[in-house]
């Protein structure tokens, strides 16, 4: 620690000695932009937490939090400036630094100023949707201003995922050795999203066997978190289930593996996830703007330790289960991944009969072809699910680069036609896993393809889809500096209006449509 401190002393002092000149410096990304960087260093450091914290998220910025805290402070007293300025002045000279709005947030609710700390709580989860810290400060600016009406209590309720899901990712870390940033691939999760339950229990790469990763120490606080009522680790502004209240009461949760879990309090679970989610690797054919600048795919070094953690891991979560359903890929692309197609190919032993296979793909590579040389997808595939984002030639090809409209046009006809002859049948007994089963066409709404909402779900219908998703645009930092231009579910974006009405649509209406998030917009327009 005390190695740490002085580290970062060396990092800040160069930029802090420009403050001699006067409190012009704040306005200079001279002065800001070494400081954001040697605060970025210090929240990379993954052993330095804060007291009473055990868990970090993907997105942490606890510690640099504190540390600006103290900067900013000792900076207003010396220049004679409300820190609140110091702070402004700061987060105006760096757009897309989150920490000096959410501390400016955290002062401005202390003074009782809500409006003020709601405006930069929404400002800083407009740059990082996942933040804890920028949601706790929205939800207690809101629980401030309004008496909690909008802010769901969540004591008495309980969330099944942490008990049923694993899900893993690609995440970018700073790391000590190169002083930068790098890849970290298999950061796993316990709920189906990262930016819902931000907080990573340990990495399903480098574990030594299934239950190190299922059973760890990160995912034992997670499932108390639930079992407790507390929910500390899940986003009150992003998860679907509490922002639309559909969590259910503890005495209500009658199926007996959970009632179990419930009643003897376990957070060790012997049997394996319900539901695999492998985001892992992020390879893939497209990079589309809201996603990534650029095409990634996994070089042969990274691929090696894939199929290492595929033999140890992975493949034995899944072997013998005759309840375990497989999602590929929350990141990336199953069929452009050549890790992802070798567990695909695996799947054809009998071993993995019992698996249940949902796929979510961008759809381009899934041709007639391919599913023919893969005769086992049609017993294992339960649930396709394709990815679009618009209903038109010119807009698909701005919002799915390189992808072409021609081609995932005839592959989602296609897609159709294996539907009509009963594959991805829906279950009978209901969707497994809490995962709908079908066949699924999704639309991330964003300002360049909202306009195209009636017309996909009139797509949808034609095509014979089940089910038809919109998705709010969720902000990963890598478009921070764009987000708010493209984030047209947010009331201060110029196109707001216009979006409420065509959530108003006839179309949009359809039982098969289904709007996520974007569900209490329509409620409220
Ligand atoms: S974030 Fe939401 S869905 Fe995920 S575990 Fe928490 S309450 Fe459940
Ligand atoms: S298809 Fe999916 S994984 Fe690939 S770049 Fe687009 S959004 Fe990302």
């Known amino acids: 620690m005390l190695a740490a401190g002085d580290e970062l002393a060396r990092r800040i002092t160069r930029p802090l000695r420009m403050l001699l000149f006067g409190a012009a410096a704040l306005d200079k990304p001279g002065f800001v932009h070494p400081l954001q960087y040697a605060l970025a260093w210090l929240s990379g450091q993954e052993d330095i937490l804060l007291k009473d914290e055990t868990l970090r998220a993907f997105c942490d910025v606890s510690t640099s939090l504190a540390a600006l805290d103290r900067i900013t ?8 400036l409300d820190p609140v300025d110091v702070q402004l002045r700061i987060a105006a000279t760096a757009p897309a630094w989150r920490e000096p709005l959410i501390l400016a947030g955290r002062r401005r609710l202390a003074q ?29 600016a809101l629980r401030a201003k309004r008496g909690g009406d909008d802010v769901p209590d969540l004591r008495g309720r309980f969330c099944s995922r942490p008990f049923e899901v694993l899900v893993s990712t690609q995440t970018t870390r700073w790391s000590a050795s190169s002083d930068a940033n790098e890849t970290v691939m298999g950061e796993s999760y316990l709920c189906d999203c990262v930016a819902w339950l931000p907080f990573s229990i340990g990495n399903v790469i480098a574990a030594e066997s299934p239950d190190a990763i299922w059973n760890s120490a990160g995912a034992q606080e997670i499932r108390r978190s639930i079992l407790d009522g507390d929910f500390r680790y899940c986003s009150r502004t992003i998860c679907p289930a509490i922002l639309n209240d559909t969590l259910p009461k503890r005495e209500d949760v009658a199926a007996p593996r959970l009632r179990d879990i419930i009643d003897e309090n376990r957070v060790v679970l012997p049997d394996p996830p319900r539901l695999l989610s492998l985001g892992h690797d992020a390879s893939c054919n497209l990079a589309c703007p809201t996603c990534r600048p650029s095409i990634l795919m ?76 893969m005769p086992h997808l049609a017993e294992r595939v339960v649930a396709l699910s394709v990815s679009v984002d618009a209903a038109t030639k010119e807009t698909y090809e701005d919002v799915r680069r390189p992808g072409r409209w021609d081609v995932i046009e005839g592959n989602l006809r296609f897609f159709g036609e294996l539907r009509r002859a009963g594959n991805f049948a829906r279950d009978p007994e209901g969707d497994v896993s809490d995962q709908v089963t079908g066949f699924g066409i999704y639309f991330v709404v964003q300002s360049s393809n909202f306009r195209e909402m009636p017309a996909f779900a009139r797509l949808g219908r034609e095509i014979g889809a089940d089910y038809i998703g919109f998705q709010k645009y969720i902000s990963f930092g890598h478009e921070a500096a764009a987000y708010s231009s ?40």
């Open 112 to 140: 009782g100023r809500h409006d003020d700390a709601i405006d930069f709580a929404h400002r800083a989860l407009g740059l990082m949707s996942a933040c804890p810290d920028a949601s706790r400060l929205l939800t207690d």
């Open 73 to 80: 402070s000792a900076i207003a007293l010396e220049l004679r």
């Open 486 to 525: 493209k984030d047209v579910a947010s009331p201060s974006h110029p196109d707001h209006a216009e979006f409420l009405e065509i959530l108003q649509d006839p179309a949009l209406r359809d039982e098969r449509v289904t709007l996520m998030q974007l569900e209490g917009l329509r409620i409220d327009a």
């Open 298 to 373: 996994a070089d042969r070094e990274q691929n090696e330790r894939l199929d290492a953690a595929r033999d140890r891991v992975i493949l034995p979560l899944l072997r013998g289960g005759d309840s375990t359903s497989l999602r590929l890929t929350a990141w990336g692309d199953p069929f452009a991944s050549r890790h992802y197609r070798s567990i695909i190919e695996a799947l054809r032993d009998d071993a993995y009969r019992g698996v249940r296979l949902f796929l979510l793909t961008n759809g381009l590579l899934l041709t007639r072809k391919q599913w023919a040389a």
